[in-house]
């Protein structure tokens, strides 16, 4: 088995402080956008904030900022996209185990003398759908407002229930204890938000499509 992180420490305990730290700078980033982007502009507020005022200069400081929301949607879209790589390939593998398509990895040279193990089957879903979902994002209208859409569906179950429900499991928290109140409290706030938000989202939505 090929570890990836070193130790000591444990490598659950250097994602667990990795996991922290990103989860604090990603809360700090967001509602600082979000919190000054709306104090500042109220409703008038564009999705982009970096191109939404018609403002360009300096270039630089624009074209660096495009940079790193690229580097991270890169990076996002890669973590979320391998499970369902993972699952594909295995169902592909498991349905036509002797196909040399599916299994087999073929030595690539290139230069310098570098070898690389290509997988054909990888090399052309990944690549199909990648094309596919980018070309459907770029076409689809009114992103913004299915991005806050889809945002809000997802934030309550994905980011708080499941998880938490998780943890109630791990750690045999029983009912109506303090924790469980206040986590259950917690719960119910956020979901909440999910639907408020879900709903001025939709709203969007619809004045979009009529203006």
Known sequence: MKVTLKSPPTENQTMKKASTIAIIVTTLFYLSCGGFGYAAFGDDSPGNL?????????????????????????????????????????????????????????????????VIRLNLLRLWFRSVYVVSTTGIAMMFPYFNQVMGIHGGLNFSPISIYFPMETYFKQRNIGAWITKWVMLRTFSIMCLLVTLLASISSIGGLISARLS
């Open 50 to 114: 970096l191109m939404g005022f018609k403002f360009f200069e300096p270039y630089w400081l624009i074209d660096f900022a495009n940079s790193c929301v690229v580097l991270h949607l890169v990076g996002g879209y890669q973590i979320f996209s391998q499970p369902l790589f993972a699952n594909v390939e295995r169902w592909f593998a498991k349905k036509v185990p002797s196909s040399g398509f599916v299994n087999n990895n073929h030595p690539l040279k290139l230069a310098l003398l570098l």
